[in-house]
């Protein structure tokens, strides 16, 4: 298993939650990390990147101010602190680890991926 999420569960509106993720050195290093995530009957989107220095960051806009995308190059680790979720954030979150440096919101830049962490936010 090259990454592997964790993290999810189930909250309330309004609360937060934190999930890892850790990959092999091979997965990480020299590449942008991003989550993305899919809710029951749609498609597969982009949520947040960073790129490999952790100098850039981006977010979709219904997540821009409630969430933050961090990395440890140390630890191979990428994290997406969640607050104040709301119940359209409920979905399966996946990690991917990108073919280039630099941040992308594009899926198909993305080469692996996570088996997914399921976060449910109930109203």
């Known amino acids: 298993v090259q990454l592997q999420a964790s993290g999810g569960g189930l909250v309330q509106a309004g609360g937060s939650l934190r999930l890892s993720c850790v990959a092999s050195?091979?997965?990480?290093?020299?590449?942008?990390m991003g989550w993305f995530r899919q809710a029951p009957g749609k498609e597969r989107e982009f949520v947040a990147t960073i790129d490999w220095k952790h100098t850039s960051t981006y977010y979709t806009d219904s997540v821009k101010g409630r969430f933050t995308i961090a990395r440890d190059n140390a630890k191979n680790t990428v994290s997406l602190q969640m607050n104040s979720l709301k119940p359209e954030d409920t979905a399966v979150y996946y990690c991917?680890?990108?073919?280039?440096?630099?941040?992308?919101?594009?899926?198909?830049?993305?080469?692996?991926w996570g088996q997914g962490t399921q976060v449910t936010v109930s109203s």
């Open positions: 050195r091979r997965t990480f290093s020299n590449n942008a």
């Open positions: 991917a680890a990108a073919r280039t440096s630099v941040t992308t919101t594009r899926r198909a830049d993305y080469r692996y």
